[in-house]
Antibody, heavy 118, light 110 residues
Framework: EVQLVESGGGLVQPGGSLRLSCAASGFTFSTYWMSWVRQAPGEGLVWVSQIKGDGRRTSDADTVKGRFTISRDNAKNTLYLQMNSLRAEDTALYYC???????????WGQGTLVTVSS | QSALTQPPSASGSPGQSVTISCTGTSSDVGGYNLVSWYQQHPGKAPKLMIYEVNKRPSGVPDRFSGSKSGNTASLTVFGLQAEDEADYYCSSYESSDTYVFGTGTKVTVL
């Protein structure tokens, strides 16, 4: 069974940094694209970043480009999101997601909450 | 990377059908057959209902059906049931390995 467990969320001041982690199990982690999707309180889903299985290809939403960095450690079956220069509008529940289907996420974590506030 | 446009709400009585639209552009919905749909109940993670416009993952009831015409994709739920009451989001591949979600639609079963 696929399991994705996010951690690392918390309260951070504007301009600060945070690193999220997503521990994966139940599938061959190194062969799957992995993504981060966020959801602000009471709002919709927003795609954030994606990384290829071997870590050699990444893509980001314009709103986080240059501030967030997605990475992975295939030896530890773990996905990361390094978030710098955080803004109030980055406040959201951050999900990691993956799937074996084209351009679709059939596995999601439970999310980790990031709050950016002074 | 503008969000795809969905109606804020839709509703139907049990047993009826409801259709949700998802409008994008030729750079996303219209340009690729890579539209997916997600169901999200309050406080829960999203669940994949449709991928590649009209394919259902294993375990998703055949009451859920997807289609696409031009820059607009649609999700139809036939034979509405109480448990179908949830938020629904579409998503599409854009380009250069990026994706965009829709604004979301709250479906109410009357």
């Amino acid at each position: 069974e696929v399991q994705l467990v996010e951690s690392g969320g918390g309260l951070v001041q504007p301009g600060g940094s945070l690193r999220l982690s997503c521990a994966a199990s139940g599938f061959t982690f190194s062969t799957y694209w992995m993504s981060w999707v966020r959801q602000a309180p009471g709002e919709g889903l927003v795609w954030v970043s994606q990384i290829k299985g071997d870590g050699r290809r990444t893509s980001d939403a314009d709103t986080v480009k240059g501030r967030f960095t997605i990475s992975r450690d295939n030896a530890k079956n773990t996905l990361y999101l390094q978030m710098n220069s955080l803004r109030a509008e980055d406040t959201a529940l951050y999900y990691c997601a993956t799937g074996g289907l084209p351009a679709a996420y059939d596995s999601w974590g439970q999310g980790t909450l990031v709050t950016v506030s002074s | 990377q503008s969000a795809l446009t969905q109606p804020p709400s839709a509703s139907g009585s049990p047993g009826q059908s409801v259709t949700i639209s998802c409008t994008g552009t030729s750079s996303d919905v219209g340009g690729y057959n890579l539209v997916s749909w997600y169901q999200q109940h309050p406080g829960k993670a999203p669940k994949l209902m449709i991928y590649e416009v009209n394919k259902r993952p294993s375990g998703v009831p055949d009451r859920f059906s997807g289609s696409k015409s031009g820059n607009t994709a649609s999700l139809t739920v036939f034979g509405l049931q109480a448990e179908d009451e949830a938020d629904y989001y579409c998503s599409s591949y854009e380009s250069s390995d990026t994706y965009v979600f829709g604004t979301g639609t709250k479906v109410t079963v009357l």
